[in-house]
């Protein structure tokens, strides 16, 4: 009898084990089947706690189960037991009721420190405002140094991708064309917003997930230890595209991060400089068309034929008066998929795209739009 | 209708009218039969799409609305009704009543159910599409984001609040008042006392959730600014006021499946329940406690410091009642004398299962891990486990051990074992693996996910589609059941059944208890 169950336990023990077994051997690096550690501090105590949690589940529920799994091998019918009658027991009672508590109290003491620890936002070195779009993030650096530097991040898994016309990429749903920078060993303050209904900004190995919600300012913060690019995703169903709008974080050198941050700010200041500029035909339809394949050519067709957006070849508005293409493209249509780009573009590649639309796929419309016309439309 | 009559109505007006606790009992059990295959259906197109990476089937909006409509149904339309069917049938019966306090309220509470959960599912065929907002329907996607439709839903809601809020009020009525001489309330069988806290935390509940509701529409529809910072509103506020009503609902939804499990467990281990009078007491603690921990769904929202420790704490102790509910179960087990009939078999499927999901509840009780569990798949395993396993194993229980009471004839056994074992394992395949997915970083309401979480979500679907398929085979033994199956007339079905409800001929008559038992 004792041999059984024996066996019976380590039946029921064999699969638990197998399971912890593949968490820890998960742990090490970027787990499937586990959370991951990450790269900062605040994370790894994280981690450390769920793993606490988690085996102190795994016991009890080892316990109560063996108890159980005991009692339905040998306390049954067929092996001719008659059932006892005790129905009652206030010392037992009591014992399970205080032993849970007095474990949860030993949970609560470091749950209770990290939570400070996580609530602690006094001495950021970088501040960034992180912004939900329906459905993308924007990025905008607050402090000095990157003052002016502010841009959109968007999926960049192609449709054909996601409609299975094309193999599936490695990082698949999980890339953008603008990842957020951020320097190592540096603690970084996010400000958390949205735009249009509420998002939420998670990366696991950054340890981080904040609602952003319209009208108020949330705050969090992370602290990379590791040079690395983290993938996340947003968290809080935002409408139709909710499962497409990732967020990359690629964390740098603090000189890598200079450097790049340098060049965003110098690209700026280029862009402010270009806005009172006015150019030829032939440089906006250049700019344009390189702004035309990377924002509009998903909906709207390479070759202006149309798709998701109807076609702008011969379409009434990009031959017709400018104001309202021009409107179109700076405020979108509401209620449509085609958004408002008037805050996501400048105004000189504004300016370029819509020139280019007017002019190519065989709209010879002749007109060109300058910064200045973006401009004075955006001010109505 | 006179004052002699003996049995039902004929034909479409015995429905129609019905004020017979058991008839409208079986009507309640039908629809959410029905509402379970409806909301059933959705979750399959679910997984169908998850079936492998990439848009296969739906679009990304159609997929958000069955999210929504799959949580709205089961919720409201399947498991909500399904226990106030068993109230119904089993409440008069245990308590020997002769039927329920307020009968016709009893009818109208059913009769307001069909036509809502119809509109309900209508909405999808409207312009814009259903509701796509979640089956939490955070605003502002759900008012100044939503598709049109979201007007019915809103009129849906409170029509199913409606109905919930009477079908409570009558059961208060019917225990406080109908009890048969000599039945105090401290010797009510444990499922008559789970719905009478369950009826109590709806009547106090579903009233806020009516308010929510109505402040949606108002944003929508009359210009306020509720839930709009731009107006003055707040967002949040909307989060804290569905989950003043959303945590006690989940226990709405799980006490009188405690209840179930607590008849049938002592049945089958011939032993009377262990520990009693702490059942009652931790039940009573759990609806109170629950409704101090609300905020534990909000833990990303950005509450103050502060609110995010009293949360917590209050979570982590709603943790020490439900041990104490799980220890008694095991302890009326031990030295038993065992049979495992199908009914024993779901309520230890339900024993296990729901004390895993009562861990990953703790474990989501951590504020700090919290933060990487939050809107993971680790939550959609979590409320699997205590509302599939938990709720649904201990309906199908119920439903196997008073079916031969209802109906006078037994089930297939062989069928209903093998209906619980194919359950069991397919339940676990579906939503074991969703656990690690979750961990690992996926988040939930997403109809397309990243190549590293493939297997899992492959295995949880072809899991989810055993699991539903499984469920046809209960369809068919409850039906054949009740046409073909082997007439029984003992009163008492199982050996080691106690209660009142096995003291009335089998099968059960149209009038039960017309004259009060004594109970000694
Ligand atoms: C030991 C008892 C339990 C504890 C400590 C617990 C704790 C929690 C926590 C903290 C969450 C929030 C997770 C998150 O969104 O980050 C949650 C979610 C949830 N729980 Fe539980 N839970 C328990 C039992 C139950 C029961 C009995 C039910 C229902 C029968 C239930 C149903 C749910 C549902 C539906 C959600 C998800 C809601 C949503 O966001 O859509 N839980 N639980
Ligand atoms: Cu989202
Ligand atoms: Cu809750």
Redesign the interface.
């Known amino acids: 009898m004792f041999v059984k169950a024996k066996r019976l336990s380590a039946l029921t023990l064999s699969p638990v084990l197998t399971l912890m077994a593949m968490l820890n051997a998960g742990a090490a690096k970027a787990s499937s089947v586990n959370m991951p550690p990450g790269v900062t501090t605040v994370g790894q105590t994280i981690y450390g706690l769920h793993m606490t949690i988690l085996w102190i589940c795994v016991i009890v529920g080892l316990v109560v189960f063996g108890v159980m799994f005991y009692s339905i091998y040998h306390h049954r019918k067929s092996r001719g037991v008659t059932a006892s009658t005790f129905h009652e027991s206030t010392k037992v009672e009591i014992a399970w009721t205080l032993v849970p508590f007095l474990i949860l109290i030993v949970v609560a003491v470091p749950a209770t420190t990290t939570l400070l620890d996580v609530y602690d936002f006094e001495d950021a070195e970088l501040d960034v405002l992180i912004t939900g779009y329906q459905w993308k993030w924007k990025y905008e650096y607050l402090d000095e140094e990157g003052e002016n530097v502010q841009f959109f991040s968007n999926l960049r898994t192609p449709q054909s991708e996601i409609y299975n016309t094309e193999s599936k990429g490695e990082h698949y749903l999980l890339e953008v064309d603008e990842p957020l920078v951020i320097p190592v060993d540096t603690k970084v303050r996010f400000l958390v917003t949205a735009n249009d209904v509420i998002h939420a900004w998670w990366v696991p190995e950054l340890a981080v997930k904040k609602d952003a919600i319209p009208g108020f300012i949330n705050e969090t913060w992370t602290k990379a230890n590791e040079v690395g690019v983290y993938r996340g995703q947003c968290a809080e169903l935002c409408g139709k595209d909710h499962g497409f709008m990732p967020i990359v974080v690629n964390v740098v050198s603090k000189d890598e991060y200079a450097e790049w941050i340098g060049s965003k700010q110098a690209e700026a200041a280029e862009i402010k400089k270009l806005m009172a500029q006015n150019f030829s035909l032939d440089e906006l339809m250049e700019r344009g068309k390189g702004v035309y394949d990377r924002s509009c050519a998903a909906c709207h067709g390479a070759n202006g034929e149309g798709g998701l957006g109807n076609a702008i070849a011969k379409s009434p508005i990009a031959t017709g008066p400018l104001d309202g293409h021009l409107e179109v493209g700076i405020n979108g249509v509401p209620g449509t998929a085609m958004q408002a780009f008037g805050g996501q573009l400048n105004d000189v590649d504004m300016a370029a795209v819509i020139t280019y639309q007017r002019n190519a796929f065989g709209n010879n419309m002749g007109d060109l739009v300058q910064p200045i016309d973006v401009f004075n439309h955006k001010k109505g | 209708m006179g004052a002699h009559h003996h049995g039902p109505a004929k034909g479409l007006s015995r429905w129609l009218f019905a004020t017979n606790h058991k008839d409208i009992g079986t009507m309640y059990l039908w629809f959410s039969f029905s509402m379970f295959i409806l909301g059933g259906s959705f979750a399959m197109v679910i997984r169908a799409e998850l079936f492998q990476?990439?848009?296969?089937l739906v679009d990304?909006?159609f997929f958000?609305q069955m999210t929504t409509l799959h949580g709205l149904i089961m919720v409201f339309g399947a498991i909500m009704p399904s226990f106030v069917g068993l109230a119904n049938w089993m409440i008069p019966m245990m308590i020997g009543a002769p039927d329920m306090a307020l009968p016709r309220m009893n009818n109208w509470s059913f009769w307001i159910l069909p036509p809502t959960f119809l509109l309900l599912a209508s909405t999808l065929f409207m312009e814009g599409g259903g509701p796509?907002?979640?089956w939490t329907f955070?605003a502002?996607?759900s008012t100044?984001?939503a598709a049109p439709s979201v007007t019915f839903f809103i009129f849906g809601i409170h029509m199913a609040g409606l109905s919930s809020i009477m079908g409570s009020i009558n059961i208060i009525a019917t225990v406080m008042n109908m009890r048969a001489p000599g039945m105090t309330y401290m010797k009510m069988p444990m499922f008559v006392w789970t719905w009478l806290i369950t009826a109590f935390l709806l009547v106090a509940v579903m009233p806020v959730l009516a308010g929510a509701v109505t402040m949606m529409l108002m944003d929508i529809h009359f210009g306020t600014s509720f839930f709009?910072?731009?107006g003055g509103g707040?967002?949040?506020l909307f989060q804290h006021i569905f989950w003043f009503f959303g945590h006690p609902e989940v226990y709405i939804i799980i006490l009188p499946a405690f209840g179930v499990v607590s008849q049938i467990i002592p049945a089958f281990?011939?032993?009377?329940?262990?520990?009693?009078?702490?059942m009652v007491y931790a039940t009573a603690s759990i609806a109170l406690l629950s409704f101090l921990v609300w905020a534990h769904h909000m833990y990303?929202?950005?509450m103050p410091?502060a609110g995010?420790?009293f949360f917590?704490?209050a979570t982590?102790?709603i943790?020490?009642p439900t041990?104490?509910k799980?220890?008694n179960w095991?302890?009326?087990?031990?030295?038993?004398?065992?049979?495992?009939e199908t009914p024993m078999l779901f309520a230890?499927g339900f024993?296990?299962l729901f004390?895993?999901g009562g861990?990953?509840g703790?474990?989501l009780s951590?504020?700090?891990?919290d933060?990487?569990y939050?809107?993971?798949y680790f939550v959609v395993a979590h409320f699997h486990y205590v509302m599939v396993a938990g709720a649904l194993f201990s309906m199908t229980a119920a439903v196997y051990y008073w079916l031969p009471k209802w109906c006078g004839r037994m089930y297939n056994e062989t069928m209903g074992k093998t209906h619980f074992w194919i359950s069991f394992i397919s339940f676990n395949v579906a939503f074991f693996p969703q656990h690690?997915?979750g961990?690992?970083?996926m988040?939930r309401?997403?109809?397309?996910?990243?190549?590293?979480?493939a297997d899992?979500n492959m295995m949880s679907s072809i899991g989810a589609f055993v699991y539903g398929l499984s469920q046809l085979l209960w369809g068919y033994n409850v039906i054949s059941t009740i046409v073909a199956g082997k007439p029984i007339s003992d009163e008492k079905v199982w050996e080691?059944a106690e209660g009142l409800e096995w003291t009335v001929a089998t099968p059960a008559p149209f009038h039960t208890f017309e004259t009060p038992p004594q109970v000694k």
């Open positions: 990476p990439g848009m296969q990304p909006l958000n796509a907002f979640g955070y502002p996607l100044t984001y709009s910072a731009a707040d967002p949040v281990s011939r032993k009377p329940l262990f520990g009693y009078d702490s990303t929202v950005g410091v995010e420790l917590m704490y982590m102790l943790a020490v041990g104490v799980v220890f095991v302890t009326t087990m031990w030295r038993g004398s065992m049979t495992f230890i024993l296990i004390t895993i861990f990953t703790l474990m951590i504020a700090p891990a933060f990487q939050h809107d993971s690690f997915v961990l690992a970083g988040p309401r997403i109809p397309d996910y990243a190549l590293q979480f899992f080691g």
